[in-house]
């Protein structure tokens, strides 16, 4: 399972994640097609269950250039591909349950879970700054 072209799927699930949560602020918000010529105005607006939707969407597209990075140093520079393919499982499941803990406002686990999805690509790179 650990193939390069499973890590491919890997990635393009982090990166529509964000959408994901995007989604989820749109529709938890009440957003209608009247909203769409100002979208970023319309979520500024929202609270509750929207905000904190539209905040895991922001911060999931702020993680991605570091994880993007870490994934694509690590197969140019040969580091093998099962653990990158790990690494890169366990940086999308913590970075669904981080978002999961956002929306239930469970602050406390929603900042143990960014941790740690972090920690993932950073391992990545620490790992393939030593071969």
Known sequence: MSSINSLIYV???ACLLPYVFAWIAKLSG?????DNQ????????????????????LNSFESLPLFLTSVLLAEYLVVPTAITFNLSIAY???????????LA?????????WLLSMACPVLLLLLTARI
Not at 30 to 34: A, D, I, M, Y
């Open 105 to 113: 406002n469970w602050a406390t686990l929603r900042s143990i879970l």
């Open 11 to 13: 990635i393009l699930a």
């Open 38 to 57: 100002q979208p970023r105005e319309f979520m500024a607006r929202t609270t509750g269950l929207a905000a904190r939707a539209n905040a895991v969407q």
């Open 30 to 34: 009440g957003f209608t097609l009247k």
């Open 92 to 102: 999308l499941v913590l970075r669904l349950l981080y978002g999961c803990a956002y």
